[in-house]
Protein backbone atom coordinates (compact mmCIF):
# COMPACT_ATOMS: atom_id res chain seq x y z
CA UNK A 1 0.00 0.00 0.00
CA UNK A 2 2.91 2.58 0.63
CA UNK A 3 4.98 1.53 -1.95
CA UNK A 4 1.95 2.23 -4.64
CA UNK A 5 1.98 5.79 -3.14
CA UNK A 6 5.21 6.16 -3.05
CA UNK A 7 4.91 5.24 -7.14
CA UNK A 8 1.97 7.66 -7.80
CA UNK A 9 3.65 10.34 -5.90
CA UNK A 10 6.72 9.93 -8.04
CA UNK A 11 5.14 9.93 -11.41
CA UNK A 12 2.48 12.87 -10.70
CA UNK A 13 5.66 15.01 -9.73
CA UNK A 14 7.85 13.79 -12.30
CA UNK A 15 10.21 12.89 -9.94
CA UNK A 16 13.09 10.58 -11.21
CA UNK A 17 11.98 6.89 -10.28
CA UNK A 18 16.01 5.55 -9.93
CA UNK A 19 16.55 8.24 -7.33
CA UNK A 20 13.42 8.30 -5.32
CA UNK A 21 12.52 4.21 -5.90
CA UNK A 22 15.95 2.80 -6.07
CA UNK A 23 15.52 1.30 -9.56
CA UNK A 24 18.12 0.23 -11.09
CA UNK A 25 19.22 2.14 -14.13
CA UNK A 26 20.38 -0.12 -17.36
CA UNK A 27 21.88 1.71 -20.44
CA UNK A 28 22.38 -0.83 -23.47
CA UNK A 29 24.96 -0.32 -26.32
CA UNK A 30 23.73 -2.25 -28.86
CA UNK A 31 24.86 -6.03 -28.10
CA UNK A 32 28.42 -5.54 -26.79
CA UNK A 33 27.99 -3.53 -23.44
CA UNK A 34 25.58 -3.12 -20.69
CA UNK A 35 25.69 -0.04 -17.91
CA UNK A 36 23.89 -1.20 -14.79
CA UNK A 37 23.33 1.51 -12.19
CA UNK A 38 22.13 1.66 -8.75
CA UNK A 39 22.96 -1.42 -8.20
CA UNK A 40 22.88 -3.68 -4.54
CA UNK A 41 25.84 -6.24 -5.75
CA UNK A 42 27.04 -8.64 -8.10
CA UNK A 43 25.44 -12.52 -6.68
CA UNK A 44 26.95 -14.46 -9.76
CA UNK A 45 29.68 -14.06 -12.97
CA UNK A 46 30.33 -16.23 -15.43
CA UNK A 47 31.49 -15.66 -18.95
CA UNK A 48 28.10 -16.65 -20.24
CA UNK A 49 25.63 -15.31 -16.97
CA UNK A 50 25.56 -12.67 -14.66
CA UNK A 51 23.14 -12.06 -12.05
CA UNK A 52 23.43 -9.01 -9.77
CA UNK A 53 21.04 -7.84 -7.11
CA UNK A 54 18.74 -4.46 -7.49
CA UNK A 55 16.46 -3.05 -5.00
CA UNK A 56 13.76 -5.07 -6.45
CA UNK A 57 14.70 -8.44 -7.14
CA UNK A 58 17.61 -9.80 -9.29
CA UNK A 59 19.29 -8.56 -12.74
CA UNK A 60 20.01 -11.24 -15.03
CA UNK A 61 22.55 -11.19 -18.20
CA UNK A 62 23.39 -14.01 -20.81
CA UNK A 63 25.69 -14.12 -23.48
CA UNK A 64 29.08 -15.18 -24.26
CA UNK A 65 32.53 -13.91 -23.69
CA UNK A 66 30.98 -11.37 -20.97
CA UNK A 67 33.79 -9.58 -18.81
CA UNK A 68 33.56 -6.41 -16.01
CA UNK A 69 34.88 -3.89 -17.34
CA UNK A 70 34.09 -1.32 -14.56
CA UNK A 71 33.02 -2.50 -11.10
CA UNK A 72 32.21 0.36 -8.73
CA UNK A 73 30.13 0.78 -5.84
CA UNK A 74 27.78 3.35 -8.30
CA UNK A 75 27.61 1.37 -11.30
CA UNK A 76 29.05 -1.27 -13.59
CA UNK A 77 29.95 -1.93 -17.25
CA UNK A 78 29.98 -5.80 -18.40
CA UNK A 79 30.90 -6.36 -22.57
CA UNK A 80 30.65 -9.51 -24.14
CA UNK A 81 28.09 -10.40 -26.83
CA UNK A 82 24.82 -10.18 -24.99
CA UNK A 83 21.99 -12.22 -26.19
CA UNK A 84 19.49 -11.58 -22.85
CA UNK A 85 18.69 -9.56 -20.16
CA UNK A 86 16.20 -10.53 -17.65
CA UNK A 87 14.62 -9.31 -14.47
CA UNK A 88 13.71 -11.78 -11.55
Avoid at 12 to 36: E, T
Wanted: with cysteine.
Amino acid sequence: MVWESKRTAVSALGLPRDVILGDALISLVGSCQVNIENYRGLLFYTDTLVRIRARNGQIVIRGEALCIERYTAEEMMLTGRIHALEFC
